[in-house]
C-alpha cells in the first residue's frame, strides 16, 4: 500500500533524476579538455545551437563562447588548459568561454555528429606552440609530445575502415567483391603499421555489416589520431576501359563533377541500413567539417607513397590525385580522415592486379609509410 505522501517523497525524488530541461532547460558543463589542438567541452544534456552565442573581443583578441542556460557541475578549475583558455560561471546562467591568442584567428566550433552532449572548439597554433615565454602550462603541455619522436614504440592509435562488408558487397566487377578486396588490403595496412610499432584497430575484421555511425564512433571512443577508410572504385561498362587509377579523397564539398559521382555511389552503400541519420544533419556537418587542413595533409602523404609504391610493381599504374568530396563516412570523424580508392575494380586490367597479393601488399606499404609520415611530420607540428 502507498500513502499520499510516499508517493509525492518518490515523485519528488524521481524529478531530480529526470532531464533538468523539464525546468526550464538548465544544463551541466561536465568536463573540459584540451586534445589535438581543440578545447573539448562536455555537458550532461544534448546542446542546442540557439543557446550558444559566439563573438570576438579585441586587445587582447578573444573568443568568447557563452553558454545559456548552462550552469557550471563543480567549482574546480580544469586542469591542463593552458592559461590563453579560461572557463567560467558569467553569470546565475551563463557558462562563459573565452580564449585568448596573440592574433585574431577564426575558430572552427562544431558538435560531433554522434556527440550531441559534446562541443569542440579549434584552438589558435601558438596556443599549443612552446613558445619563448609560454606559460608553464603549456610548456608542460608541450613536453612529453617531444620525447615520443625517439621511442620505436607509438601511442597513436590508427583506425582502419575496410569499407561495405555483410550484406553490402560494394562494387561488384568480373565476379569479384569491393567488400573483400578492400578488407584484404585493411589487413595488409593492419599488419604493415603493427610492424612499425604503430597500435591499429580495424572497424571490420570479418564479413559483416557495420553501420554509417558505427564505423566513425569506433574512432571517436578510441580516441583515434587518424581515420582511414578504405575503398575499391568502379563504372559503368561503356567507361570500363577508360577509368583505372588510385584516388585519395579527403572529406569536403566539392564542385568536381568525378569526385560527386564517386561519393554519391560510396554514400549510397553506406546509408543503406542507416535509420537514424539524418542525411540533412551530414550535410551539415560536411560543410562544417573539421580538420579539413590536417586531412588534406594527411591524404597527400598517403597518396604519395601509395603511388611510387605501386610503379615499383608496375610503371603504367593511373595517379587519380588527391580530391575532395563529401563522403558520409569521414563526417562523423573528429580528426584527420582520408577515404582511399585502391583502384577501379570494372577495369580489367587493375582488377586482375588489386585481386594479387604481391600488389595488395604494396599498396598497404604505401599506405602504411604515407600515415607513418603524415604523423612524424605531424609531432613536429603541435600539441598531439
Ligand atoms: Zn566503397
Same mark, same amino acid.
Given at each position: 500500500m502507498i500513502r499520499r505522501s510516499d508517493f509525492l517523497l518518490v515523485f519528488m525524488l524521481l524529478m531530480l533524476f529526470v &532531464?533538468? &530541461?523539464?525546468?526550464?532547460g538548465v544544463n551541466s558543463m561536465t568536463k573540459a579538455i584540451v586534445s589535438q589542438g581543440e578545447l573539448k567541452l562536455f555537458f550532461a544534456e544534448p546542446l542546442e545551437q540557439q543557446k550558444i552565442k559566439h563573438f570576438t573581443l579585441p586587445n587582447p583578441h578573444r573568443q568568447v563562447y557563452d553558454f545559456i542556460d548552462t550552469r557550471l557541475a563543480h567549482n574546480r578549475v580544469p586542469l591542463g588548459l593552458g592559461n590563453h583558455i579560461r572557463i567560467a560561471q558569467n553569470n546565475a546562467t551563463t557558462v562563459r568561454v573565452v580564449i585568448e591568442s596573440r592574433s585574431p584567428f577564426k575558430p572552427i566550433a562544431y558538435q560531433p555528429l554522434f556527440a550531441k552532449t559534446a562541443y569542440h572548439i579549434s584552438l589558435p597554433k601558438n596556443s599549443t606552440h612552446i613558445h619563448k615565454g609560454s606559460s608553464l602550462a603549456q610548456q608542460a603541455y608541450a613536453k612529453p609530445q617531444a620525447q615520443k619522436t625517439t621511442s620505436r614504440r607509438h601511442t597513436e592509435l590508427i583506425v582502419i575502415d575496410p569499407g561495405h562488408g555483410g550484406h553490402d558487397s560494394g562494387a561488384i566487377a568480373g565476379g569479384k567483391k569491393e567488400k573483400e578486396l578492400v578488407l584484404a588490403i585493411s589487413k595488409k595496412v593492419e599488419k604493415q603499421l603493427k610492424k612499425r610499432g604503430y597500435p591499429v584497430y580495424l572497424t571490420r575484421e570479418s564479413d559483416r555489416f557495420l553501420k554509417l555511425d558505427e564505423r566513425t564512433r569506433i574512432a571517436d571512443r578510441k580516441d583515434a589520431k587518424v581515420f582511414i577508410s578504405i575503398h575499391a572504385n568502379s563504372i559503368d561498362k561503356s567507361k570500363q576501359d577508360k577509368m583505372e587509377g588510385i584516388e585519395t579523397f579527403f572529406l569536403q564539398n566539392t564542385r568536381d563533377e568525378r569526385a560527386k559521382r564517386i561519393a554519391a555511389r560510396e554514400n549510397e552503400a553506406v546509408l543503406k541500413g542507416t535509420d537514424h541519420v539524418s542525411k540533412h544533419v551530414i550535410i551539415d556537418s560536411v560543410l562544417s567539417g573539421p580538420k579539413i587542413v590536417e586531412s588534406n595533409k594527411l591524404a597527400i602523404d598517403i597518396h604519395k607513397r601509395m603511388i611510387a609504391n605501386a610503379k615499383t610493381l608496375y610503371?603504367?599504374?593511373?595517379?587519380?590525385g588527391v580530391r575532395h568530396a563529401p563522403f558520409y563516412v569521414l563526417v562523423g570523424a573528429s580528426r584527420p580522415s582520408v577515404l582511399i580508392e585502391v583502384g577501379y575494380i570494372s577495369h580489367p586490367k587493375e582488377r586482375q592486379r588489386l585481386f594479387t597479393t604481391e600488389y595488395q601488399n604494396i599498396l598497404a606499404k604505401g599506405i602504411a609509410e604515407g600515415i607513418e609520415n603524415y604523423l612524424f611530420n605531424r609531432r613536429k607540428e603541435i600539441d598531439f
Open positions: &532531464s533538468p &530541461s523539464l525546468f526550464g610503371r603504367d599504374v593511373k595517379d587519380g
